[in-house]
């Protein structure tokens, strides 16, 4: 029976460590599938407001956004590595990254992962 399992990624030690706890699943269970995920970090309100009024912040707005996009992208692709490393098929690891939209990173979670089952 094929497993799935959805482990979210920041840069931190304990999102690695579960990381390595769960590619020790894939020896015992062989078809297990890894979707990977990273929020990234809220955008300030301030700049979301004044991009509405203003080019510059607009500007701006996409600058950050652009760069939470790729460190997100950087953060996941160094944990798929890593899943490879300890023998995970490249073709069972799923990656993805969003902008933090909800009051959690928990609630974003939880509403992207059923996203991604539905």
């Known amino acids: ?35 990977l995920i990273h929020i990234q970090p809220v955008v300030s309100q301030y ?10 912040a607009r500007k701006a707005l996409e600058n950050v956004g652009q760069a939470h996009q790729a460190k997100g992208l950087e953060i996941l692709e160094t944990a798929a590595r890593r899943l490879m490393q300890k023998g995970v098929p490249e073709d069972h690891i799923e990656q993805i ?22």
């Open 1 to 35: 029976m094929q497993k799935h399992i959805l482990v979210a990624i920041d840069n931190t030690v304990h999102s690695m460590d579960a990381l390595h706890y769960t590619a020790t699943l894939s020896t015992i269970i062989p078809e297990t599938r890894y979707s």
């Open 47 to 56: 700049l979301t407001d004044e991009a509405r009024l203003k080019a510059n």
């Open 97 to 118: 990254t969003t902008p933090r939209r909800d009051t959690s990173v928990a609630s974003d979670i939880l509403a992207t992962s059923i996203g991604q089952i539905l």
